[in-house]
């Protein structure tokens, strides 16, 4: 992995709204998808490398839009080891360790200060 971050979220609460305010703002088109229940409209990356960081507007409860996006940090040794540090360092678990079909696992935290930090790597 080359890259710190590998995934970011966006908050809404209008799927439609928001995939057309994007659009619109970066003249390109996102695809909708469905991943663990909650609808992305996934951000366009060039995939030829694999190392290309993008993310999507997810539409959920468990983010509000208007706090903040949620950032996924690379778990160079799989969510679970990483999940369980940062509990153990103080962190508070929001969504717990997830696998992601295809996209591997994730997880997120709060971290100390309140701030929702998404884990995420291939590996468990």
Not at 27 to 49: Q, S
Not at 60 to 71: D, Y
Not at 81 to 89: E, S, Y
Request: with cysteine.
């Amino acid at each position: 992995m080359k890259n710190s971050i590998n995934w970011f979220e966006i908050p809404t609460r209008n799927m439609d709204r928001a995939v057309a305010f994007y659009e619109a703002t970066l003249g390109n088109k996102l695809d909708r998808e469905v991943f663990g229940g909650e609808p992305h409209a996934m951000f366009p990356v060039d995939r030829a490398g694999k190392d290309g960081v993008t993310g999507a507007l997810v539409a959920t409860q468990r983010l509000t839009p208007g706090a903040g996006v949620v950032i996924y940090l690379h778990a160079p040794d799989g969510v679970k080891a990483c999940l369980a540090r940062a509990v153990a360092a103080g962190a508070t678990e929001v969504m717990p360790h997830t696998a992601i079909g295809e996209h591997g696992f994730c997880a997120v935290v709060a971290d100390p200060d309140g701030n929702h930090v998404g884990l995420h790597a291939m590996t468990a």
